[in-house]
């Protein structure tokens, strides 16, 4: 009998070999027995930030908390702590499930933490005003006048008409 195609034995138990192979790769390279992790450093292996120095930043302006307290960029992470991050208006909350110390693909990197953040506010359905179509040209006074008033910017193009009626 053939694997489904769709994914669906991935998640019924059976783990995909480049993960699991990643997986053992980075179980491989984490810290031995009794050693530790820093939380910059971690933040950054699990992909919750980009680079490790912009990791140690957040940290040091007290977008970083373990356990509710603000850290340090070396304060020390254990399996069990909750890290929060504050990145971008946005609160990430997550249980530290294994300790590792070098970046690694996605998939791997959801399986060291549980994710506990609160969902993602919806985003609003309405187009942006003043996307104009392929190929329509440029647009003329009257055209910029309409885009200006959907905007909201009408004070500031009628101050510009003012202000060239004066010369």
Known sequence: MAAPQDGSAASAGAPDPKTAAATAAAEAAGPQ???SVRVDSWIWAVRLIKTRSLGATA???GHVRVNGERVKPAHSLRVGDEVRLRQEGVERIVVVKRL???RVGAPVAVQC???N???PPPREAVAPAGIRDRGAGRPTKRDRREMDRLRGLEALSSSRRDASTRH
Do not use: A, T
């Open 33 to 35: 027995h009794g050693e």
């Open 59 to 61: 940290c040091r302006g």
């Open 100 to 102: 590792i110390r070098k």
């Open 113 to 115: 933490y549980v994710d």
């Open 117 to 119: 953040s609160p969902p």
